[in-house]
């Protein structure tokens, strides 16, 4: 079995730079993505392995369009839970097959007390109430402080970029 080449640092920026807009909507996307840096699928699943032992991501995610699905109403619960016992109890709602995020943030005294944060997404605003009702119940979180903010309108939607690699260069330098 012959081992994958490594790929050059252009390549490793290029790849990472696809990589942030989606894997390719086709049979073969590691393939197509090898295609677009002149490489090799090996070559490329190599680097795509080395970079999440690495810790650079843990995980590919999905962008979903909820709007598009027929999903029409969503809110975030914020509860205030204390600091000892928020971890386990983020590990808990993180679990609830409704809840599509779930994370901890500081506090931001004395304006905002709330430190964990859930986003539930339903067809319509009963729905979703429902939800965040029963997980309460569930998880017996409702006397605990918290608020359902539910979404007006969406601005802007769309996975983590973080690479700066550009793919064509092009030359701006002076010309008389």
């Known amino acids: 079995m012959n ?3 490594a790929l050059s640092r252009q390549q490793q920026q290029h790849l990472r730079s696809l990589l942030e ?10 393939a197509e993505l090898a295609k677009q840096i002149d490489s090799d699928t090996d070559s490329v699943l ?3 392995r080395d970079w999440q032992e690495d810790g650079l991501f843990r995980r590919f995610g ?6 598009a699905l027929g999903y029409h ?3 975030m619960l914020v509860l205030d839970i204390p600091d000892a016992l928020v971890a386990s109890i983020g590990e808990q709602l993180a679990e609830e097959p409704r809840v599509t995020l779930c994370y901890q943030r500081p506090r931001r005294l004395p304006q905002w007390r709330y430190n964990l944060f859930c986003m ?5 605003r009963a729905e979703v109430e429902g ?4 997980v309460l119940h569930r998880h017996q979180l409702a006397h605990y402080p918290h608020e359902w903010l539910f ?6 939607q769309r996975g983590g970029h973080f690479s700066t690699f550009k793919a064509h260069a092009v030359d701006v330098g002076r010309h008389d």
């Open 73 to 75: 109403a969503n809110a």
């Open 46 to 48: 190599a680097c795509v």
């Open 151 to 156: 979404s007006t309108q969406a601005f802007k």
């Open 21 to 30: 807009r989606g894997l390719p909507l086709c049979s073969e996307p590691y």
């Open 3 to 5: 081992t994958p080449a």
């Open 120 to 124: 539930i997404h339903g067809r319509a």
């Open 131 to 134: 939800e965040i009702a029963a």
């Open 62 to 67: 999905l962008v979903v369009r909820h709007h």
